[in-house]
């Protein structure tokens, strides 16, 4: 995607979002009218669409292939991951993600075997979206994007910056050959998630709610590495409340705020 | 005569340390034992949805204190709810979690369990104990017990995976179905699903 066409993509997302009045009470999600559409648009594409596919693919190719396949993604992904590391201020973490990416490249043949998380370099999970939440930018309100699902103003912008800044597909020139690669990753990804519907369908008494509420607190999870602080036992809608650094949902995208030192942030190597 | 005593006071030291064993300790042995079973029942594996919440019933319930779980997931409202209704909504509730902990557990396979090793202190009575769900392929999941000590052993009051706790991400749900129609209106609402959900399995 070119600058330019995102940048309109996001704004155009923007002003149609921004002409729909709110609807639920979730002060997180002012754009709950248009956020179900686009929720029952996406639950239809994936029914008719990407689940057959997944559930094809999860029955042709068998598992260890399906790994070598996960793996293969998850090495591309480690160069970034581990600049949004640097980003964040681990330094020991990012360049763990370095020398995941330099081990398995090699040693596990362009990424195919997970060679590093067997010599106990672990694998992990940043982006974008994530590293600004660490400086301090509040979610913004809660957003459900076409295709890409869940997400938030805050983390679409993650999301743009991650495709404009890391996009090692724009390296291959054949056009068909990168299609089928970006095909492969979304089926590869879908499969893993095979299952994991089925119990959001038997737990939730409304799908939507408990989508986004799960999101919500994954994210917020991430941005802590794993160790949110625990919310009270008793208070009220625990989304909104203020818990910490980059969790007011009140505080713009723009708003950024370099994180106080003296806020209670994880240790970093635990 | 004096023997009888002896055995009186052993069982019941016995019995005191089946309740006192350390939370990681029961949740290792509680897991292993279920799963074990659940990867070798071959009605479970072929998808008999009432085994697999035959078997939660018996292993996992009693070490889970769905009172609490409830009072977690109502938020504030659970003060003003009277005796009966605390029951009822614990009861649904805890229909509803069996059901989808069961069928989470039923797609258990390939997977492998870690636990993580338990940060306590000897006084502590509000521990986690960490485990990680290892799948080849896809990364790892964690799954958190938080669990507290009471009269009768250590029980697991919510239930984190992949960081988010599945008791406070019914609270927003919760909470609606409270305004729309007070708690009498979400025990309802509960019950349907839950019938719901028998409905469909058979």
Known sequence: ?270 | MFKSLLCVVLSVFAVQAMAQEAPDVLARSVMTDVLEIVKTDKAIQAGDQKRIIDLVEAKVVKHFDFQHMTALAVGREWRSASAEQKTALAAEFQTLLVRSYSNALAQYKNQTIDFKPLRMQAADTDVIVRTEIKQPGAKPVAIDYDMEKKADGWKVYDVMVAGVSLVTNYRETFSQEIKAGGIDGLIKSLREKNKQLEAGKK
């Open chain 1, 1 to 270: 995607m070119k600058i330019r066409e995102s940048g309109f993509l996001l704004l155009s997302l923007l002003l149609v979002l921004s002409g729909c009045a709110s609807t639920g009470g979730n002060p997180t999600d002012p754009w709950e009218g248009v956020n179900r559409k686009v929720f029952v648009f996406n639950d239809k594409l994936d029914t008719y669409a990407l689940k057959p596919v997944a559930q094809g693919y999860q029955a042709v190719t068998p598992l260890p292939a399906r790994t070598n396949i996960s793996n293969f993604f998850g090495n591309v992904e480690d160069v970034w991951i581990g600049v949004n590391n640097l980003l964040q201020g681990k330094p020991k973490d990012g360049a763990s993600d370095f020398g995941r990416f330099a081990v398995n490249s090699t040693i596990g043949i362009l990424g195919f075997f997970d060679i590093a998380s067997e010599i106990g370099l672990e694998k992990h999970d940043e982006d974008f979206g994530q590293t600004l939440g660490r400086w301090g930018v509040g979610d913004g309100p809660y957003m459900v994007l076409p295709l890409f699902g869940s997400s938030t103003v805050r983390d679409t912008g993650g999301m743009i910056v991650d495709r404009l800044t890391y996009n090692p597909n724009s390296l291959i020139k054949r056009i068909p050959v990168r299609n089928g690669l970006t095909a492969t990753k979304v089926v590869n990804l879908r499969a893993q998630l095979l299952g994991a519907e089925r119990a959001l369908d038997e737990a939730a008494l409304d799908k939507y709610v408990f989508m986004r509420n799960f999101h919500l607190q994954r994210r917020r999870s991430l941005i802590y590495d794993g160790r949110p602080p625990r919310e009270d036992d008793f208070s009220a809608a625990p989304l909104v409340e203020p818990q910490g650094p980059g969790m007011l949902s009140q505080r713009g995208l723009f708003d950024l705020v370099l994180v106080d030192a003296s806020s209670p942030m994880p240790v970093d190597g635990e």
